[in-house]
Structures are given as C-alpha cells and as structure tokens.
C-alpha cells in the first residue's frame, strides 16, 4: 500500500486522516480510532499542537515525569523529564538522591557565547577581501540595528565578526565567523536573521570594492557551541560512598575505572555518553528546547581533541571522589517553544521559571546523574536488575494485564528475577 499526493497540506485534518489511513494502513478503522484517541479534547489545545508544525494528524504522546530530591548549589530541585525509556526517571531520582544525602551537585555556567557563520565563495586576492572586510565591518553590524535594538536593550547582541580564511580546505572558501550573546534566548532566530543581514550587506557593497566576485553560499548559526560551557560536579569523601554492603574505596575505584574506559575506547565511550544524553534530552525536551541541537552540539564536543571520548571525567585524591563533567549546551527558557506549550510553561515553573543560565546547570546535572546512575548499576549489579524491574510494566502492558494481574506480578518480581519469558510464564500460570 503506497501513493502519491500533491497538495496535501492543503486538506483538512480529517481529509489528511483518511488519505493517509486508506493509503497506507490495513486496518484502517482501527488505525483511525487509534489516531483520533490522541486528539485532546479540549479543542484550542489540540488547533496550538495542529499549529506547532505542518500536516499535523494527531499528537504523540511521551511519558512526563519528575525526578524530585536534587539539590544544585544548595538550591532544591525537582526536575522535569520527558522521555519513554523506562528506567531513565527511576535512575535519576536515585542519583538525586544519593548525592542529596552528600552535599548535592555543584554547577557553574563557563560561558555563554553563541556563533553563526556566512560561508562564502571569493576567488580573488585576499589582501583586497581583508581590507574590503575591515572597511565593511562597521556597517555589517549597524545594518543590523533594527533585529539587534531589543537584544542590546537587555545586555546582549552582536560580540564580534571576523574574517576566516577556510581557502586550505576548500579552494575560495571564506566564512563571516560572528559571535553572539542571546541571553535568556536560544537565539537561533535572532542569530540567523543578523547572518542573513550580513551576508545582504557584504554582498551588497563587494562588487565596487573587490575584483572578483563573492558567492554567498548560506548563512546559519552553527549548533557547535564550545564557549557556552557549563560544568556540573559531585565530589565527597570515598567512605561516604559506601553503600549497600560495598565500601566506598572498592566502589569508588571501580568507578573511576569504567569513566577511564570510556575515556579510552570510543565503543564505550558512545554508550556511556548516550546515558548522559538520556538526563540531557529528557529535561531540554520537557522545557520546550531543541533536543537534537543540544546532541549535535554535544557529540561534537565529545570528539573536539580528534578521538571520541567521554563526556565525564573522575578521580580519587587525597581521599576524596570527584566527578565531573563540561558540556556545551545552547539553551533558552524565553522564545520559541518555551512561551507557547503549556506543559513546558509548568515544566519551567516548576524548576522556578530559570534563567537560560540556570537551565544550563539543571540540564547538566541531569546529565552528571543519569551517568552516575548507570555506572553505578553497571559496575556493582549490572544494568539489567533496575531496566527488566521498570520493563515489566512494558511486558504486563504488551499482555494487556489487568491491574489486579500487574500488581500481582510485580510483587512477585520483588524477589525474583525479571526475564521476559519468566514474566510470560507467570502471566500464562496466573490466567490458566
Ligand atoms: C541505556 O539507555 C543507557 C546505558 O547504556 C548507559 C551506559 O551504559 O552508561 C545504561
């Protein structure tokens, strides 16, 4: 079943529904029920979520949890995670709260520089685009009052604008490589518009001051954001590591070994850095920002020295453990998403409506948790204890156990061990 269509945005969501059930779905009476299930009721909140993009048909839904008990900088937190997998909530409010009981996390915004590029095409003589760019610069960023007045009103806009020669590269290559400071904001929108600006006015002016001619190829801002840095840190003495019959210098050690595997051994390191990412994404996710530029950026980060290694770092001295990491993160608790989706309006008040700096902290930390609570699974009972315990909701759920069934089931996974086929087995003995 397959089938072409032109104009499709142009029908109405009903009309969509049913070219895309008769077309592409089996069964689709059921298909269509399932589809119109997820529409709200309330109808101005379902036309918001239709508005957000193009072609909408229905929402989907992700899980909305909360992992409380985490206190950053002596501040108390609970936080806010949007995510399907199973154990990821669970693994963080357990981080939270361990390191609660040892002083909390610390973070700390290193930086907060944004940047955006014109890439552009000169065949000409460099000396005469050098000067042509020094004489222009000051009206590249005066060109650009009208989009910049209101960011400048609050502290930020444009920090500077330099001429980068990429020629070794690729033959004629140049950027416009500008810097920017969006405060509370993301920043893509402002970013890209004052590029698109640059790039009008450099092409404008280039033809009476240059030889040859400038091929403006695209102007964006770049998800890579190496100088807006945030550090977020746990440290305590190694015997207050001690826990549940392991003391903290076994404990301790072993953990600092499986950081200094994935500092060495990118197949592990990918791994570990997706744990971190599963913190990560699920916060920027639930406060309404952009998830795959927070990957981007941070994946690039974790190859920046030319060799793919771990985000995390930790070590024991003089008796104490640290554990730390640096990620850069591009965030804004003001714009975009963040003004618009109710859910991440209460997301954000929840964490006491933050700054984009102090967003930066709680996603971090998030991060610094969800690691911490995996390694700690991984090098003491091993992963799949705590993943089958929060998987067998997904098993009953697979069955359509009933609620008196799951909660029988589950207290007999208390003390047993979760497999999928013990829980098939105990599903089948309990139904005969
Ligand atoms: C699973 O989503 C994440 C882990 O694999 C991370 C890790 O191995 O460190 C548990």
């Keep these: 079943m397959s089938a072409t269509i032109s104009g499709f945005s142009k029908l109405s969501k009903s009309e969509k529904i049913d070219w895309i059930v008769s077309h592409y779905l089996s069964n689709s009476e059921t298909a269509k029920h399932t589809i119109i299930q997820y529409f709200n009721s309330d109808s101005e909140l379902q036309q918001l979520h239709d508005e957000f993009i193009e072609n909408t048909i ?8 909360v992992a409380p008990n985490f206190v950053i ?3 108390i937190y ?51 685009l050098k000067q042509y760019f020094d004489t222009i610069k000051p009206k590249l960023i005066t060109d650009t009052k009208a989009i910049t007045a209101n960011m400048e009103k609050r502290g930020g806009g444009i920090l500077d604008i330099e001429l980068r020669t990429r020629t070794e590269d690729l033959n004629h290559y140049y950027q416009l490589h500008a ?18 600006q640059f790039a009008k006015t450099f092409k404008a002016e280039a033809e009476e001051h240059l030889n040859a001619p400038i091929e403006i190829v695209m102007s964006i801002l770049s998800n890579y954001v190496p100088d807006c840095l945030v550090r977020a840190e746990v440290s305590c003495k190694v015997e207050a590591l001690e826990d ?4 903290g210098q076994v404990f301790a ?6 950081v200094n595997i994935a500092e060495v051994e990118p197949h592990r390191a990918v791994t570990h850095n997706k744990g971190i990412m599963n913190g990560i994404d699920a916060v920027v996710l639930a406060t309404g920002n952009d998830f795959r530029a927070v990957e981007a950026g941070v994946h690039a980060y974790a190859v920046k020295n030319g060799k793919y290694t771990s985000l995390t770092h930790a070590k024991i001295e003089d008796g104490i453990f640290t554990f730390w ?6 965030l804004g608790t003001v714009g975009g998403l963040t003004g618009l989706h109710p859910l991440v309006k209460v997301a954000l008040e929840i964490l006491g409506n933050p700054s984009a700096k102090e967003l930066m902290k709680i996603v971090a930390v998030a991060g610094l948790a969800q690691n911490f609570a995996a390694l700690r699974s991984l090098t003491t009972t091993g992963i799949q ?7 067998l909701m997904n098993i009953l759920n697979q069955f359509n156990a009933t609620n008196e069934e799951k909660e029988f089931i589950v207290n007999h996974f208390k003390n047993n061990t979760v497999t999928h086929s013990a829980v098939v087995s105990e599903i089948e003995k309990i139904r005969q």
Aim: hydrophobic share 45%; charged share 20%; with cysteine.
């Design 58 to 65: 229905s929402n989907y839904y992700l899980p909305f949890g």
């Design 73 to 75: 900088n002596n501040t």
């Design 78 to 128: 609970a936080i806010p995670m949007a995510i399907e997998e199973s154990s990821v909530v669970a693994a963080a409010s357990n981080a939270g709260k361990f390191w609660m009981a040892r002083g909390g996390f610390k973070a700390e915004v290193l930086s907060t520089t944004k940047i955006g590029q014109v890439h552009f095409m000169y065949p000409g003589d460099f000396e005469d």
């Design 179 to 196: 810097t920017f400071e969006t405060l509370d904001a993301m920043g893509a929108n402002f970013i890209n518009s004052c590029l698109e």
């Design 244 to 247: 549940k019959g392991i003391s």
């Design 253 to 258: 050690e072993k953990f600092v070994r499986a």
């Design 325 to 330: 990491m640096e990620i850069p993160l591009a």
């Design 385 to 391: 204890e705590g993943h089958m315990k929060m998987h």
